[in-house]
């Protein structure tokens, strides 16, 4: 028998499998001291099939409907460190999709909400010790314009550009992003693998019963009645043990959001704005809501903890409608898409207020149609856009981080037109901050720039960067092709190959070192950077191994490679 469990919505669909106990029907069929053997193979069935309903068949056999307690089944199932390695197995299926988006400033942005979030559970005590270390604790994008959030095994957390683009504040976001925290922090999927075992056990058992039953009275329409009895009963257990899941993550996500300094009303009105916008236009762009369903009692358990005082909906800011602007070009890249956001701005044409609200959606209408107008390289819009948003932001009153996130749109502007030092003048103010968005604008810039010192100066940041943060795959891949311009092709290799290691491809890691090594062999070729790809080489290929005996602890079949 097999669990399966399935996270994100059905563009984004990872199916695991996990190994469960022993399939059933070899379990009916052992003889034990229960069953006479010497009877009939319908009666020990039938009887194996009640004793396992009636709950007599052991612990792993009974119905359990309410959250398994942390310290018993889940720790057979899957203890920590197997979540953590199946966690790592799904993210190394998830970075190569070209859906998998890393843009540096929409994510500084999302991580600024994250780990404050992270904080919070620790100080709280949701993460306890030995999961603090073992798991990543990491938050990714997807480029996908549905309103959708998951939590995946071991600590990984993917948000859908959709869900960031309908936000109307930053408590909002947070709110998504603390219930999704707690379905890791109670290791939910852990439980629900359990739960789902113990019901697909039920489902099968009272299946065979009602077989075994009809086949004796010849009854052709009970049978039938008992494969969709069966059917029906596992998926009310399995639709229960969601909904106390999703209670327990609203109940504890809401301490850890207001711990953390967001408002706490954010999630009462990220479930209002929700419940309101699935009414309106679902369009099956809201798998969240069938994932996480929102029943009025989340909806009045959320309105419940805000006390009896007025509710006060969070107070919304410019960096986050600029942010989500950010997030409703980029989540979809059809040319049609993106000719649409431009003709926002000829529609907030107004003057912007200083209370925000119409201003923050003219503010945001300008942002999207100037960083469309990029992309659509049309340049003069795309510079007419973007003074308009500048000045609206001047009328709603400057701040520090949206005056920043617009001066890295002009950046991406002159880096389009190819105005390296028109870009690298418009960054200088921010030269102390050294952030990865800083030193990522900076590589690309250096990447148009006629001069080779820019691109010098680049390489050495970046090699800086990724000595710390090894398994940046963006930050590599720049660091490859900077090496390639300053004509070093033995460490441009290298860097591709390390973008593999990032993305979780030993397979591919390893055929780009040996590519280098091959090229190694001439003359005039490195032989220091020779020297670090060859032991770069034999670490990569111990590691394979030793996920190769992993995957197959009794020994691989000849010609077997990793499945990614």
């Known amino acids: 028998m097999k669990a399966r469990q399935q996270w994100g919505n059905d563009k984004h669909r990872i199916i695991v499998r996990l190994t469960a106990p022993p399939p059933l029907l070899e379990i009916l069929l052992k003889p034990s001291r229960r069953l006479n053997p010497r009877r009939p193979l319908g009666q020990r069935l039938l009887v194996s099939a009640l004793a396992l309903l009636l709950g007599l068949g052991g612990p792993a056999s009974q119905a359990q409907i309410n959250l398994p307690s942390l310290g018993d089944s889940v720790s057979q199932d899957l203890d920590l460190g197997a979540e953590r ?100 922090t109670q290791r939910h999927i852990a439980r629900r693998i359990a739960g789902d075992s113990r019901s697909s056990l039920l489902a099968t058992a009272a299946m065979l019963a009602g077989l075994l039953v009809a086949s004796r009275s010849g009854n052709i329409g009970m049978a039938n009645a008992a494969i969709v009895g069966s059917q029906a009963a596992a998926a ?22 207001s711990q953390a300094g967001f408002a706490p009303s954010g999630m009462y009105s990220m479930f209002e704005r929700m419940e309101q916008a699935n ?44 942010m989500a602007a ?23 044409r107004e003057g912007g207020s200083k209370g925000g609200g119409k201003g923050f959606e003219q503010l945001s209408a300008r942002y999207a149609s100037a960083l469309a107008s990029i992309k659509m390289r049309d340049f003069s819009r795309a510079e007419n856009a973007l003074r308009s948003t500048e000045l ?77 943060h090894p398994l940046d795959a963006t ?63 034999r670490s990569l290929i111990y590691e394979r191994r030793q996920l190769m005996a992993e995957l197959y602890p009794r020994g691989a079949p000849a010609g077997a490679e990793l499945p990614y």
């Open 326 to 348: 950010r997030s409703r070009v980029l989540m979809d890249p059809r040319a049609e898409a993106w000719t649409q956001l431009q003709s926002l701005d000829g529609g907030a």
């Open 85 to 184: 390695r199946l966690g790592d197995q799904v993210m190394r299926q998830i970075r190569p999709d070209p859906d998998y988006l890393d843009d540096p400033l929409l994510l500084e942005y999302v991580q600024d909400i994250w780990q404050p979030l992270v904080g919070s559970a620790k100080q709280l005590g949701n993460i306890a010790v030995e999961t603090q270390d073992r798991f990543a604790w990491e938050i990714f994008l997807v480029r996908d314009h549905s309103v959708n959030a998951f939590a995946l095994p071991g600590g990984f957390i993917g948000v859908h550009l959709g869900l960031i683009a309908m936000t109307a504040s930053r408590d909002e976001l947070a709110s998504v992003l603390a219930h999704e925290l707690s379905h890791v």
């Open 279 to 322: 009414h309106l236009m679902d369009s099956n762009n809201f798998p969240y809501l069938r994932s996480h369903p929102l029943t009025s009692e989340r909806i009045g358990d959320a309105r419940t903890r805000l006390g009896t005082g007025e509710f006060t909906r969070p107070v919304s800011l410019a960096e986050h409608a600029l």
């Open 475 to 537: 930050a590599w891949a720049q660091l490859a092709q900077l090496w390639e311009r300053l004509d070093q092709p033995l460490r441009a290799v290298r860097a591709q190959g390390e973008v593999r290691v990032a993305m979780g491809d030993l397979n591919g890691a390893i055929d780009r070192m040996r590519s280098g090594l091959r090229q190694s062999r001439s003359r005039d070729a490195d032989q220091i950077e020779a020297a670090v790809i060859d032991s770069r080489l």
């Open 236 to 257: 009310q257990a399995s639709l229960n043990f969601s909904r106390d899941m999703e209670r327990e993550a609203d109940r504890v996500g809401f301490s850890v959001l």
């Open 392 to 468: 609206t932001l001047q009328l709603l009153g400057d701040d520090a981080r949206s005056t920043r996130v617009l001066r890295y749109l002009r950046a991406e502007l002159n880096q389009a037109r190819g105005q390296a030092a028109d870009g690298f003048a418009v960054l200088k103010p921010l030269a102390g901050e050294r952030s990865r968005v800083l030193l990522l604008q900076q590589a690309q810039l250096a990447m148009i720039d006629s001069k080779l010192d820019s691109s010098r100066s680049a390489v050495d940041a970046l090699q800086t960067f990724v000595s710390v």
